[in-house]
């Protein structure tokens, strides 16, 4: 373990006089450039959520088209539609272990194929089984994506700056599903799945000049090169050697507990915090309703007795101006009391939309509800857009420890990718069960993640991970 440390002081910084290299190293981390590396190599991992948007909105452009020319059914292109979902649910079992097995750069690499392969499958379609199975595919691409991303990001960011590269993801997520919206109404479906491949080919090929994870080289004994991705991504006059002596000796000291990778292990009491705050941010993130909304905007503003197009345009541009205000807000206000708001503002968008249904269902001030629908609506899309959005996958990249981060991100993977689909499924069902009732539903959802956020999930701005992990678990 000295000999380690040695050789990634030795390699960054040479010898120190009298502890003047030590506090100078000590804020290394702290007072880091913004590199161009270090924003490279978040750009282009960042794509991975463009990718994840372009997905997404992939179905909507694409659906008079494909049931022109293929002849289809709605019950068939709703199976095409939602089959990303099950393909989503194997990439997001398999993530952990793929991101540990070949490195965050690999895992990239293997979930760029499968979309490539996926988006191809959909171009060439004859049918209705290669249009599945080209979601299907795409899906487990996306799957991998969305857990390596913000891990990714995490852990080649300076500590005071993490949050708001991680959440660049929520603004490419929703870049990608707005220009696919907009290309799709100008091109042929076939040439939309072409287009798609485009992002993916970018990422592809752009990982092989980024370095890999200092913090996945230290856990696979990797000290030296962990020692070169460390100066590349931090600067050439910038002294790193105490951020390689911290992440070294942290690692080691989880791996020497000879702890095996794996589900079971999460089930031990010292890591039960993490994985509850890892669970219940997911759990927050997908039952909160934001895919009910979403999804079936349209049909809930006409409901509502709104135009549609309108409501729609006022939406998209609510949710995009709102994640540029999380960017630069995220790492001033910290992520705890941004949750809190988000999921008040959550919890207050959705119950305003359930009163003003059961007032419309009542023939009670029929002039206002569709003003109340509306404002709901907004209110729900920009406090989801501020806090509970992107927060969660930020805080899952950095509250678990190495060694078991690759089963405990399949496991809040799983989860999200489960209530992703739930909400999606159900939201119909549950609206014509009750057009209020559903948004009551999730409204007491997002209530109980205020208590949840506000009882259990700590701060985290302003600490390197291995503080925060630290903090949480208990040895």
Partial sequence: MDEEGAISRSLLSGKRLNGVGQNSAATSENSSPFTFMLIFSSLIIVCGYYILGNTMGYTSPAESGILDELGLSLPAYSLFGSATTIGGIVGASICGKVADFAGRRGAIWVSDTFCIIGWLAIALSKGAQSLVLGRILMGVGVGILAYVVPIYIAEITPKNSRGAFVSLITIMASCGISITYIIGSVCHWRILALVGI??????????????????????????????????????????????????????????????????????????????????????????????????????????????????????????????????????????????????????????????????????????????????????????????????????????????????????????????SFTVAYTFNFLFQWSSSGVFFIYAIISGFGVVFVGKLVPETKGRTLEEIQASIVTK
């Fill in 198 to 419: 485009i992002p993916c080919l970018i990422q592809f090929l752009g990982a092989f000049f980024i370095p890999e994870s200092p913090r996945w080289l230290a856990k696979v004994d990797r000290i030296q090169d962990m020692a070169v991705a460390l100066k590349c991504l931090r600067g050439n006059n910038a002294d790193v050697s105490h951020e390689a002596d911290e992440i070294t000796h942290y690692i080691q000291s989880y791996l020497n507990d000879k702890a095996e990778d794996g589900i079971k292990e999460l089930f031990q009491k010292k890591y039960a915090r993490a994985v509850m705050i890892g669970v219940g941010l997911m759990a927050l993130l997908q039952f909160g309703g934001f895919n009910g909304y979403t999804l079936y905007l349209s049909s809930i503003l006409e409901s509502a007795g709104i135009s549609s197009s309108v409501g729609s345009l006022a939406a998209s541009i609510i949710q995009i101006v709102m994640n540029f205000c999380t960017l630069f807000s995220i790492d001033k206000f910290g992520r705890q009391p941004l949750l809190v708001v988000s999921s008040t503002g959550m919890c207050f968008g959705s119950f305003l939309t359930g009163l003003s249904f059961l007032l419309q269902a009542s023939n009670v001030g029929k002039e206002i509800t569709p003003v109340m629908a509306l404002i709901g609506i907004l209110v729900f899309i920009a406090f989801f857009a501020i806090g509970v959005g992107g927060i969660p996958w930020i805080m899952v990249a950095e509250i678990f420890p190495v060694n078991i981060k690759s089963s405990a991100g399949s496991l809040v993977n799983v989860v999200s990718s489960v209530g």
